[in-house]
């Protein structure tokens, strides 16, 4: 019998995969989300079999994509520029000043989003 909840893009199991992003374990935790076509569609785009876990690589892979995606989105729309991908912290804590002065709850959603999981 199949598990329908495991076809299901869920809070949890995005929850769980942001958690895994910034959480260092050794066990091996499966997440759903490992099987998504949007995770296989990305795995056909670089080579991530010398990971210990393509998948879970692939998915956090994909996760930062979309957040660094959504921000440089949310802050082109405030006429502010891209993030760098290697920032100090003094230079991420100009960001988020830069981006509070807006007082745009989006912008200032997705730069938490984005200095929690991926800076």
Request: without cysteine; charged residues 20%; aromatic residues 12%.
């Given at each position: ?41 990305h795995m056909m ?34 006429s502010l520029p891209p993030i760098k ?35």
């Open positions: 019998m199949v598990n329908l909840e495991k076809f299901l893009i869920t809070n949890k199991y995005v929850r769980q995969a942001l958690d895994q992003l910034i959480q260092v374990t050794t066990e091996k935790h499966i997440n759903p989300l490992h099987y998504l076509q949007l995770v296989e569609a785009n670089a080579d991530y079999s010398f990971f210990p876990s393509p998948r879970q690589f692939a998915l956090n892979d994909l996760l930062i994509s979309v957040i660094q995606d959504r921000y440089d989105y949310q802050r082109n729309l405030h991908s290697a920032e100090n912290l003094i230079s991420v804590m100009a960001i988020v000043k830069e981006d509070a002065a807006t007082a745009n709850s989006d912008l200032i959603g997705w730069n938490w989003i984005y200095i929690h999981y991926v800076v």
